[in-house]
């Protein structure tokens, strides 16, 4: 079943959606930068979303926001947090409810591991212990702990388009709508919020490719639009690992506390994409996606 949803007539946008759980480091930084410069390229508006229904370090939001303005990232609007928008997500999961596309699920992350996956099962897939309980099971479970929301999906993968990988299939399972602590999950939060808030173009580390089909499903479920992807390659370590706070200087402050500027950050990031780095606004004029790097950059160090 497909639902028919209202959009308001909006421009089109791209965004940046960090998580608050700590300091920005340089990949973060050079994602931020791209998502600007392919919005900008396309004469769309440029949002930023606080992604903080999981966990939030306190401070951590105002220093990110002073890091991506000290590099010369810009957004349009008032910044748009995630635990403001509770009714949206309740009332998305609501209307699947009333389609017969939800069920509650009971299992722990141990039971999911030693559960015998389902026949025909994609690899990592929900093996679907919770489908289908009779009543009485039900009853009993609710009695032992509390329930997580899964999508009752009808397919088991689906397929994107992404502007720098192309066609893109990827698992669908029951994933999880609503945690069993009550916090919605970032599949559901994330297409609500791209569609509520116009964003037509989503550019994110191509680490968050495979969850995509689950988000675009789930976007045809609720007759939301589908953005347009392009998941850019990350920012990684000597050793190929992906770039974290042990590998050293990787945040502005560090960097700052090494005798390295913002602005010598920005010019190495974008020298990093082949553009020149006086500014974000230079570089925009010679920003072609084509001409993007395809595989991860490893940090330099400065």
Avoid at 6 to 11: G, V, Y
Avoid at 63 to 88: F, H, N
Avoid at 147 to 156: K, N, Q, Y
Avoid at 231 to 253: E, I, M, Q, S, W
Wanted: charged content about 25%; hydrophobic content about 40%.
């Amino acid at each position: 079943m497909v639902f028919r949803h209202r959009l308001e007539d909006m421009s089109s946008a791209g965004r940046f959606a960090p998580s608050p759980s700590g300091e920005l480091h340089v990949g973060n930084l050079r994602t931020a930068m791209l998502a600007w410069l392919f919005a900008r390229s396309t004469g769309r508006r440029f949002l930023l979303r606080v992604e903080d229904l999981d966990r939030a370090r306190a401070g951590a939001e105002a220093k990110q926001l002073s890091d991506l303005e000290a590099i010369g990232v810009s957004w349009d609007g008032a910044v748009v947090r995630q635990t403001d928008r509770g009714p949206l997500y309740t009332e998305a999961i609501s209307r699947l409810a009333a389609a017969g596309l939800t069920y509650e699920c009971f299992c722990t992350r141990r039971e999911i591991q030693e559960a015998p996956s389902a026949p025909h099962a994609p690899q990592g897939a929900y093996p679907g212990t919770c489908r289908n309980l009779p009543t009485a099971e039900l009853e009993s479970r609710r009695s032992e702990r509390p329930a997580a929301v899964r999508l009752r999906s009808a397919v088991t993968e689906w397929a994107v388009e992404d502007t720098l990988h192309g066609v893109f299939t990827g698992v669908v399972d029951d994933f999880v709508l609503r945690r069993n602590d009550g916090v919605t999950a970032y599949n559901l939060a994330v297409v609500v919020d791209d569609a509520e808030q116009g964003i037509d173009q989503v550019v994110r580390g191509d680490d968050l490719l495979p969850s995509t089909p689950r988000q675009a499903y789930l976007a045809f479920l609720l007759n939301m639009p589908v953005p347009e992807y392009a998941h850019v390659p990350l920012v990684v370590n000597a050793d190929g690992a992906r770039l974290a706070k042990r590998d050293g200087a990787v945040t502005l402050a560090d960097l700052a506390s090494a005798g390295v500027p913002a602005d010598a950050v920005r010019r190495t990031i974008l020298d990093s994409l082949g553009l020149p780095g006086a500014s974000l606004d230079s570089a925009l004029s010679e920003f072609d996606p084509a001409a993007l790097p395809r595989q991860p950059w490893i940090w330099p160090g400065m």
